[in-house]
């Protein structure tokens, strides 16, 4: 199935805009390569899925999945938008419950591809439920694709997938039903992406550079 809304490509080519243009946090200084997504860029496209899920969904109520940590930005400027959406169109105002979980992947032989959830035991409450995942970042896709089979199981009535940011790494082949941006195969951090708990708290989407990979490395952190 095609995505309802398929994303911005940000080609592999381009190169952003230099830190220097914009108010970023005095830490986090020499530490950018570039901001690739201007938060207000950034805020208008959500307003724009926002739209798009309400529409595709339609009256039909919504149980909202928030991926913590790196998806709690997201997550809450599109279900505002939302609400907002449905507030002042013509039909009937649906009902939103959300829900926010952590999910761990095992990489060992025992349990390869397998996806834990941490934060919530029981997800039978889905049962029924047009569920709407809200990640940050989708990479390779394999953990999305686990984890939708997991929803799924519950006997949802549909599982859609919203993500901020899709990369183009080799090899994946998943496309979330609504995306903001393709990007690059870059180490993006802001808009509550992080890098080891750092970068959170940048109002726009920017690409790390290797001083600041040093820098907010966990070695080099421990050492300070």
Same mark, same amino acid.
């Given at each position: 199935?095609?995505?309802?809304?398929?994303? %911005?490509?940000?080609?592999?080519?381009?190169?952003?805009?230099?830190?220097?243009?914009?108010?970023?946090?005095?830490?986090?200084?020499?530490?950018?390569?570039?901001?690739?997504?201007?938060?207000?860029? *950034?805020?208008?496209?959500?307003?724009?899925?926002?739209?798009?899920?309400?529409?595709?969904?339609?009256?039909?109520?919504?149980?909202?999945?928030?991926?913590?940590?790196? @998806?709690?930005?997201?997550?809450?400027?599109? %279900?505002?938008?939302? =609400?907002?959406?449905?507030?002042?169109?013509?039909?009937?105002?649906?009902?939103?419950?959300?829900?926010?979980?952590?999910?761990?992947?095992?990489?060992?032989?025992?349990?390869?591809?397998?996806?834990?959830? %941490? @934060?919530?035991?029981?997800?039978?409450?889905?049962?029924?439920?047009? *569920?709407?995942?809200?990640?940050? *970042?989708?990479?390779?896709?394999?953990?999305?694709?686990?984890?939708?089979?997991?929803?799924?199981?519950?006997?949802?009535?549909?599982? =859609?997938?919203?993500?901020?940011? *899709?990369?183009?790494?080799? @090899?994946?082949?998943?496309?979330?039903?609504?995306?903001?941006?393709?990007?690059?195969?870059?180490?993006?951090?802001?808009?509550?992406?992080?890098?080891?708990?750092?970068?959170?708290?940048?109002?726009?989407?920017?690409?790390?550079?290797?001083? @600041? =990979? =040093?820098?907010?490395?966990?070695?080099?952190?421990?050492?300070?």
């Amino acid at each position: 199935m095609e995505p309802v809304s398929p994303g %911005i490509i940000i080609p592999d080519d381009y190169k952003g805009y230099h830190p220097d243009f914009f108010c970023t946090p005095k830490l986090y200084q020499g530490s950018l390569e570039c901001v690739l997504l201007p938060g207000g860029v *950034v805020r208008d496209r959500i307003e724009k899925l926002a739209q798009d899920i309400a529409e595709d969904i339609g009256n039909e109520p919504i149980f909202a999945l928030c991926v913590l940590k790196g @998806g709690y930005k997201f997550f809450t400027d599109l %279900i505002d938008h939302i =609400k907002k959406y449905n507030h002042y169109a013509t039909r009937n105002t649906i009902r939103i419950s959300v829900d926010f979980i952590r999910l761990k992947s095992y990489k060992d032989d025992a349990a390869a591809g397998q996806v834990q959830i %941490i @934060g919530k035991e029981d997800l039978s409450v889905l049962t029924g439920q047009n *569920v709407l995942i809200v990640e940050d *970042v989708i990479d390779t896709g394999r953990t999305m694709k686990e984890l939708l089979t997991l929803v799924k199981s519950y006997h949802v009535k549909s599982a =859609k997938v919203a993500s901020l940011l *899709v990369k183009r790494t080799k @090899g994946n082949f998943y496309r979330p039903d609504y995306c903001g941006f393709e990007v690059p195969d870059k180490f993006v951090v802001g808009y509550a992406i992080d890098y080891n708990e750092y970068f959170r708290d940048l109002d726009h989407v920017c690409v790390i550079n290797e001083h @600041g =990979k =040093k820098r907010f490395s966990t070695s080099y952190l421990n050492r300070n």
